[in-house]
C-alpha cells in the first residue's frame, strides 16, 4: 500500500467539510483578517506620519521598519560566522 497516491480526486476536497477541519479552516481565515485589519490599523497611520514628517526623520524612520527584517539574516550569518570560522566549530573538529 503506497502512503502517496498520484491520482486526481475530489475526496480530500470533501474532506475539507469535515467539522474538524472546517473549525480548523474558519480560525486560519479568522486569524488571517484579524492580523490584515491590524496592519492595516497600524500601518496607515504611520505611512501618514511619515509621509508628513520632516524629511531629515525619513530615512530614520524607514530603517526602523526594515530593521526587524534583517535580523534573520543578521542571525543566520552570525551563526554560520560560529560554525565555518577559522575558530569555528567545523575548523576544530577538522584539525583535530
Same mark, same amino acid.
Given at each position: 500500500?503506497? +502512503?502517496i ?5 475530489f475526496?480530500n $476536497? &470533501?474532506?475539507? &467539510?469535515? /467539522?474538524? $477541519?472546517a473549525?480548523? +479552516?474558519m480560525h486560519s481565515?479568522?486569524m488571517a483578517?484579524?492580523?490584515t485589519?491590524?496592519c492595516?490599523?497600524i500601518?496607515?497611520p504611520?505611512a501618514?506620519?511619515v509621509?508628513? @514628517? /520632516?524629511?531629515?526623520?525619513?530615512p530614520? @524612520? !524607514?530603517?526602523l521598519?526594515i530593521?526587524p527584517f534583517?535580523?534573520?539574516? &543578521?542571525i543566520?550569518?552570525?551563526? &554560520?560566522?560560529i560554525v +565555518?570560522?577559522t575558530?569555528?566549530i567545523l575548523?576544530k573538529? !577538522?584539525m583535530?
Amino acid at each position: 500500500a503506497n +502512503l502517496i497516491e498520484l491520482t486526481f480526486t475530489f475526496d480530500n $476536497y &470533501l474532506r475539507l &467539510l469535515d /467539522p474538524l $477541519y472546517a473549525k480548523v +479552516l474558519m480560525h486560519s481565515f479568522y486569524m488571517a483578517i484579524i492580523a490584515t485589519l491590524l496592519c492595516l490599523v497600524i500601518g496607515y497611520p504611520f505611512a501618514y506620519i511619515v509621509a508628513k @514628517m /520632516p524629511e531629515k526623520w525619513r530615512p530614520f @524612520m !524607514l530603517f526602523l521598519v526594515i530593521v526587524p527584517f534583517w535580523t534573520n539574516s &543578521l542571525i543566520r550569518t552570525y551563526g &554560520l560566522k560560529i560554525v +565555518l570560522g577559522t575558530q569555528g566549530i567545523l575548523n576544530k573538529s !577538522l584539525m583535530a
